[in-house]
């Protein structure tokens, strides 16, 4: 298919995040398709995103695109991909998929095969335009359709690719999980500082604002982490006393082994989408 069309199927936060970003690049909206079976849903869609075309045609909007996003829950992803099969099929798209727990080989099984599939994985803060999205392609994908994936994904944050369809649970547990795990922090400074004295406002703006500030200086310096942790403790100061108390209650390994669960939950969740009649 020779068109630079863009087809999303389902019609959620994430595929208005993404669309709100590549029409802030400069993506024309007239290239934008997207399906949603909600009329109410297509009419805000239209009036968020102006210029782009809505349908609850699957179908419709698949065959219009040379790339196909498919941006719907993981536990009807199969029925879907079955209905599109043979428009697919027929258009040999790209085919990208955000849908979480769900292996490329098993969509591309659904949808007949032979098909180039992306499988991503993005995460919330996409809807500010500050995600991070890991990538992976099957073999059938070719360098330009890579490149063409990760300027989509690149609209709305960073993008990384990994080399293994299984670096993609590990991703899904570090960054697709992550911003939950730094809400948490943010919420646990809140509600000990409020504790402490402080007006909840006031309590609130410093977790956050630190939180921020934190990341970005991170991301600014190339030392690693541990060398920024000594900038800020002392000997005998504030910051050790509190890293001593979280070293002493084993905080490293206990986040390691959630994060570890939140990987093997991934790969159990792909293997039971793999084992579905549906």
């Given at each position: 298919m020779s068109n630079n069309n863009l087809a999303f199927i389902g019609g959620g936060n994430m595929t208005r995040a993404i669309v709100g970003g590549l029409l802030e690049s400069g993506f024309g909206a007239s290239r934008v398709f997207v399906s949603e079976p909600v009329a109410e849903a297509r009419d805000s869609l239209a009036k968020d995103l102006p210029g782009i075309t809505s349908s609850g045609d699957n179908k419709a909007i698949a065959a219009a695109a040379s790339a196909?996003?498919?941006?719907?829950?993981?536990?009807?992803?199969?029925?879907?991909?079955?209905?599109?099969r043979q428009t697919l099929q027929d258009t040999q798209p790209l085919i990208m998929s955000i849908a979480a727990g769900i292996r490329g080989a098993d969509i591309d099984e659904w949808l007949g095969g032979g098909l180039s599939v992306v499988r991503i994985m993005p995460n919330q803060p996409a809807l500010v335009r500050l995600g991070v999205s890991g990538l992976f392609a099957n073999q059938q994908t070719s360098e330009t359709e890579k490149a063409r994936a990760a300027e989509i994904m690149g609209a709305v944050g960073s993008v990384v690719w990994v080399d293994s369809e299984a670096d993609i649970d590990a991703v899904t547990a570090v960054s697709g999980s992550g911003p939950a795990y730094f809400f948490l922090l943010i919420d646990m400074l809140k509600k000990t500082a409020v504790q402490m004295g402080l007006k909840e406002d006031v309590a609130r703006t410093l977790a956050i604002e630190t939180a921020s500030g934190a990341a970005a200086l991170a991301a600014a310096e190339t030392d690693d982490m541990e060398v920024l942790i000594e900038r800020v403790r002392s000997p005998g100061g504030t910051t050790a006393a509190a890293l001593d108390s979280l070293d002493n209650a084993n905080i490293r390994d206990i986040f390691s082994?959630?994060?570890?669960?939140?990987?093997?939950?991934?790969?159990?969740?792909?293997?039971?989408a793999h084992n579905s009649e549906d």
């Open positions: 196909v996003m498919l941006s719907v829950k993981p536990q009807i992803l199969p029925a879907v991909c079955r209905e599109l082994t959630a994060i570890t669960s939140a990987r093997d939950r991934a790969n159990v969740l792909a293997d039971e």
